[in-house]
Each structure stands twice: as structure tokens, then as C-alpha cells.
């Protein structure tokens, strides 16, 4: 699995389900619809929680969405040093 943003879950998550909403998806997550439009305004990173649960509805390798998640945190925040040993992880994990 490629490393993934929490846009590109939340897009397969609906697509999963068959819904375009922001409010299908958090409504299939209990979220708020506001929580959801935060990730595509990109002021939010999905919950890990929520990463697990998105793994479980799409057949996605929870430890890898886990480890997508961090990453992006990481570059969020600008630390470029965490990036690349989350990446480096994720890269070792997939091997």
C-alpha cells in the first residue's frame, strides 16, 4: 500500500459506501459532517481511531493507514526529520 492522506481515505472510504457526502461519511464513522469538511479543507489529520475504522470498512492494512496518518501529522507540523523515519517504517513494514 502506497502512503496514503487522510483526503485519499476519506475518498475511498466513500466510494467503499457509495456516498459522496461529507455528511454519508460521518454519518458511517459517527463523526460530525464539520469534522469530515476539516479534512478536505486540510485543517485536520484523521484520528487514529478513525484511521482503524476507515481500515476496516475498505480492507486497508490498519497498521499502514496508521502509519500514513503519522506521517502526514509530521508534515503538517513541518518536522520533516519524523517524516522520514515514519516513512521509513511504512517502507519496511511493506517489504
Known amino acids: 500500500m502506497e502512503i496514503m492522506t487522510t483526503v485519499q481515505l476519506a475518498d475511498l472510504?466513500?466510494?467503499?459506501?457509495?456516498?459522496?457526502?461529507?455528511?454519508?461519511?460521518?454519518?458511517v464513522l459517527g463523526l460530525t459532517?464539520?469534522?469530515v469538511r476539516n479534512w478536505y479543507r486540510h485543517d485536520a489529520v484523521m484520528a487514529?481511531?478513525?484511521?482503524l475504522e476507515v481500515a476496516?470498512?475498505?480492507g486497508l492494512d490498519p497498521e499502514m493507514?496508521?502509519?500514513s496518518l503519522?506521517?502526514?501529522?509530521?508534515?503538517?507540523?513541518?518536522?520533516d526529520k519524523m517524516s522520514q523515519h515514519w516513512k521509513h517504517i511504512a517502507?519496511?513494514?511493506a517489504a
Do not use: F, H, M, W
Open 56 to 58: 476496516d470498512l475498505t
Open 91 to 93: 517502507s519496511q513494514i
Open 70 to 79: 503519522q506521517i502526514e501529522r509530521a508534515q503538517k507540523r513541518g518536522n
Open 13 to 27: 472510504c466513500k466510494s467503499v459506501i457509495q456516498k459522496e457526502s461529507s455528511y454519508a461519511l460521518a454519518k
Open 33 to 35: 459532517p464539520e469534522g
Open 48 to 51: 487514529d481511531e478513525v484511521g
Open 65 to 67: 493507514v496508521l502509519l
